[in-house]
């Protein structure tokens, strides 16, 4: 492998952008994702060491003090959320490049670490509307953390210009095949 090179795709929640960093690690085994450290309780069905990797608050705040995390933030209140360095080494080990899918201040938090080595797509909603509606069908919210998502949203899309690259998620297949291109071209340069 040439270079360490680092895929980073981000947006506002609901925007698609899991739906399409999963079909990217099925069709392109030269990535692998990366898995973010959190310290919030696993989901149902979620997997430590697969899904996140799960810590206490306390083990979360002795990594960073150990400078252990290529970026980390609290992202809701008390609800830390990071990246490793060492699973990022552990995907260039492996002959990969990390797809690592977080939220905006952690995708630019890299970027800026990272500087060329580092392709950031921000994934944008059509519309606010569009994005409450995606959010309600989801129905894994309640009316304020509705809100909460939304208000961070539009602080989110504040950034979106800040990225590489934009593409608008109205179309999932057409947005796919824009992040797909995207992907291969920084890989082949």
Excluded: C
């Excluded at 580092?118 to 309600?136: E, G, K, M, N």
């Excluded at 504040?158 to 797909?180: C, M, P, Q, T, W």
């Amino acid at each position: 492998m040439a270079a360490h090179k680092i895929i980073i795709v981000t947006a506002p929640s609901g925007a698609g952008k899991t739906t399409i960093v999963k079909k990217l690690l099925r069709e392109m085994p030269e990535l692998a994702f990366s898995i973010s450290a959190a310290t919030r309780s696993p989901r149902v069905g979620e997997t430590d060491g697969k899904d996140y990797y799960f810590l206490s608050p306390e083990e979360f705040q002795r990594r960073i003090e150990n400078n252990e995390f290529a970026e980390y933030e609290m992202v809701y209140a008390g609800k830390y959320y990071g990246t490793l360095k060492s699973e990022l080494e552990r995907i260039w080990q492996n002959n990969q490049y990390p797809m690592v899918d977080i939220d905006v201040k952690g995708a630019l938090s890299i970027r800026e670490k990272y500087h060329g080595a580092a392709l950031t797509i921000f994934i944008q909603p059509p519309s606010l509307d569009a994005l409450r509606v995606r959010l309600s069908e989801r129905g894994t919210e309640t009316q304020a953390s509705l809100e909460e998502r939304l208000g961070k949203a539009r602080y989110e899309l504040s950034f979106a210009r800040e990225f590489d690259h934009i593409v608008v998620n109205e179309e999932l297949d057409k947005a796919y095949g824009e992040v797909k291109a995207l992907v291969e071209n920084f890989l082949a340069r």
